[in-house]
């Protein structure tokens, strides 16, 4: 009995029918490992720490952190006037879990800072020189007919005779 296949086309059968075989999807790696987590973005991945692992070590002091229990009662939003009968868990909801201001950074995101106002609606800024000049020099200076470079600071007038300072 011979078995004879009445659909001359190819059959689909398996994973490399429908996707192609994995050598070609496979990506050839030309950096090794060990290189290739020094560049971007691992390498920043890898030197940026995250605020749990901050947390974590030993260098961490969180000067805000309650020490006991009693103080982690007191930083709480429970306001006995008002909440008289409240139950335990209500008793122990600190600020930032409802989201009050709390003063600490939750995540790791930098803050965002606010423009800077300008006074009268005009930039006013100071051009500072990278490099010091001497007092002495004549570079930078305020340009007149009394030459510093000369005379010791006097120059001839048109008839002959000296300017004075």
Known sequence: MTCRDPYPSPRL???DDFIGTKSELQQDWILPTYIAQQEEPWGRL???NTLSSTR???YHNDPQAPKDSLDFVLKSTYDHQIQFKASKPE???QPETIGLSHGRQ???RAIPEPPQHIPLNHPLRVAEVAKKESIHS???AIQSHHGAATNGGYSRKHDGGFYCP
């Open 91 to 93: 008793v122990y909801i």
């Open 106 to 108: 939750l995540k790791n």
């Open 13 to 15: 059968q398996n994973d």
């Open 46 to 48: 890898n030197s940026t």
């Open 56 to 58: 974590r070590t030993v």
């Open 138 to 140: 004549v570079r930078c």
